[in-house]
């Protein structure tokens, strides 16, 4: 089989794993946790680097500090993986969904602000309600997709204008930039937001810590509330003192040590997916059942961490086809806004995200792909499609 997307790892990390086990620092407290907080934070440009067990806790307590409450609404694209669904249902809150744009595949942003500035109006106290459920709209929430970005410049100044936070789901874009900065890097006019950038060490991400996550922020209280809330909000290591709801969610020294390991080769990492996307797209341009690949919007050094491929027609056949020869391949997913367990939830529009889930298809792009396995997936995808 040719994976999807497999995990690279070699003999360093598990010098580190080992040295966890020798010491039996193997819980949340231990050294790696702190050094690869710090080596995330600078890489990313972010000011401070919370560590979590999944890319979905870092989200809730991006959610929980921003002050998401039960029966709020959150806007979200109708296209992403259904962790950022599930995190605000933690809340008790509903995501809002609006559609992508063909044109980056992105979060749609016109869609955003013809909603909130046609759809919404504000309450005697100042609350933005959505006039078709009577909901709280408290936050956005855009899903950098598939190793691309949303436009940042604009969603900071809906934000601005709304007073509304911007938690960004960027578990598949580590390593992308905007406008040659980190995905945490302080932004201009952000000052006058609250903003919170969310990314996942899941196993099939660029880098992996097994599981994780983690939640950066340019703020030194927000970094320290999270850390806080992560750890049961313990107040007391000996008397077991809690001051608030709080949440098991602090990522363990063994993976931080791994983390660690695998931070020091993103770069790398990076490169490989680079030279894997290029050759991909030479390869299928010229062949017309492939009208198009995921695109990059402006400003965006993509990390490519997916490489997808949009077909003129269902994508199924051609991954049972593949299946068959060996190739392990995934559409999108199915879109949020027609999962049974959301129907209560608003939806400004999904038609792009329906195209997407029913005719796009991703690609083997480990790390680790050799030439001659890429060779075999193109010439599957080639012979197949004609």
Same mark, same amino acid.
């Given at each position: 089989?040719?994976?999807?997307?497999?995990? #690279?790892?070699?003999?360093?990390?598990?010098?580190?794993?080992?040295?966890?086990?020798?010491? =039996?620092?193997?819980?949340?407290?231990?050294?790696?946790?702190?050094?690869?907080?710090?080596? %995330?934070?600078? #890489?990313?440009?972010?000011?401070?680097?919370?560590?979590?067990?999944?890319?979905?806790?870092?989200?809730?307590?991006?959610?929980?500090?921003?002050?998401?409450?039960?029966?709020?609404?959150?806007?979200?694209?109708?296209?992403?993986?259904? $962790?950022?669904?599930?995190?605000?249902?933690?809340?008790?809150?509903?995501?809002?969904?609006?559609?992508?744009?063909?044109?980056?595949?992105?979060?749609?942003?016109?869609?955003?602000?013809?909603?909130?500035?046609?759809?919404?109006?504000?309450?005697?106290?100042?609350?933005?309600?959505?006039?078709?459920?009577?909901?709280?709209?408290?936050?956005?929430?855009?899903?950098?997709?598939?190793?691309?970005?949303?436009?940042?410049?604009?969603?900071?100044?809906?934000?601005?204008?709304?007073?509304?936070?911007?938690? =960004?789901?960027?578990?598949?874009?580590?390593?992308?930039?905007?406008?040659?900065?980190?995905?945490?890097?302080?932004?201009?006019?952000?000052?006058?937001?609250?903003?919170?950038?969310?990314? $996942?060490?899941?196993?099939?991400?660029?880098?992996?810590?097994?599981?994780?996550?983690?939640?950066?922020?340019?703020?030194?209280?927000?970094?320290?509330?999270?850390?806080? %809330?992560?750890?049961?909000?313990?107040?007391?290591?000996?008397?077991?003192?809690?001051?608030?709801?709080?949440?098991? #969610?602090?990522?363990?020294?063994?993976?931080?040590?791994?983390?660690?390991?695998?931070?020091?080769?993103?770069? #790398?990492?990076? =490169?490989?997916?680079?030279?894997?996307?290029?050759?991909?797209?030479?390869?299928?341009?010229?062949?017309?059942?492939?009208?198009?690949?995921?695109?990059?919007?402006?400003?965006?050094?993509?990390?490519?961490?997916?490489?997808?491929?949009?077909? =003129?027609?269902?994508?199924?056949?051609?991954?049972?086809?593949?299946?068959?020869?060996?190739?392990?391949?995934?559409?999108?997913?199915?879109?949020?806004?027609?999962?049974?367990?959301?129907?209560?939830?608003?939806?400004?529009?999904?038609?792009?995200?329906?195209?997407?889930?029913?005719?796009?298809?991703? %690609?083997?792009?480990?790390?680790?792909?050799?030439?001659?396995?890429?060779?075999?997936?193109?010439?599957?995808?080639?012979?197949?499609?004609?």
């Amino acid at each position: 089989m040719i994976p999807l997307c497999a995990p #690279y790892i070699r003999s360093d990390e598990w010098v580190r794993i080992k040295d966890c086990i020798d010491t =039996e620092w193997v819980s949340y407290a231990g050294k790696y946790v702190q050094e690869f907080e710090a080596n %995330l934070a600078r #890489y990313t440009g972010a000011h401070h680097a919370a560590v979590t067990i999944s890319g979905t806790s870092a989200l809730h307590l991006a959610l929980v500090v921003a002050g998401v409450r039960h029966d709020d609404e959150v806007i979200l694209p109708a296209l992403s993986f259904v $962790s950022p669904a599930n995190a605000i249902r933690y809340q008790g809150a509903w995501p809002t969904f609006v559609d992508v744009s063909m044109l980056d595949w992105q979060i749609d942003i016109g869609q955003i602000e013809d909603f909130l500035s046609n759809s919404c109006k504000r309450d005697s106290s100042g609350n933005l309600l959505n006039i078709h459920t009577g909901r709280r709209i408290a936050a956005i929430m855009p899903v950098h997709l598939l190793g691309g970005m949303a436009d940042l410049d604009a969603l900071i100044r809906i934000a601005a204008e709304h007073r509304l936070p911007l938690i =960004e789901d960027a578990a598949e874009c580590l390593g992308a930039r905007w406008k040659e900065k980190g995905i945490g890097a302080l932004l201009q006019n952000q000052p006058e937001i609250q903003r919170f950038t969310c990314t $996942s060490f899941n196993g099939n991400k660029i880098m992996t810590t097994g599981g994780g996550g983690a939640l950066l922020t340019n703020c030194p209280e927000t970094a320290q509330l999270a850390k806080h %809330l992560s750890t049961t909000a313990k107040t007391d290591d000996i008397e077991f003192d809690h001051d608030q709801v709080g949440y098991n #969610y602090r990522m363990s020294n063994m993976a931080a040590a791994l983390g660690v390991g695998q931070l020091e080769q993103l770069d #790398y990492f990076l =490169e490989r997916k680079k030279e894997i996307a290029e050759r991909y797209t030479e390869e299928f341009s010229a062949c017309g059942a492939i009208p198009a690949t995921l695109p990059t919007g402006r400003h965006v050094t993509n990390s490519h961490w997916l490489y997808t491929i949009l077909l =003129e027609r269902d994508s199924r056949d051609l991954l049972r086809h593949l299946a068959e020869e060996g190739i392990q391949t995934r559409p999108l997913w199915k879109p949020l806004s027609s999962l049974s367990y959301l129907s209560g939830c608003h939806v400004v529009s999904d038609d792009n995200t329906r195209v997407l889930a029913e005719r796009a298809l991703s %690609l083997p792009c480990s790390v680790g792909l050799s030439k001659n396995d890429q060779d075999t997936v193109i010439g599957q995808v080639i012979g197949y499609l004609g």
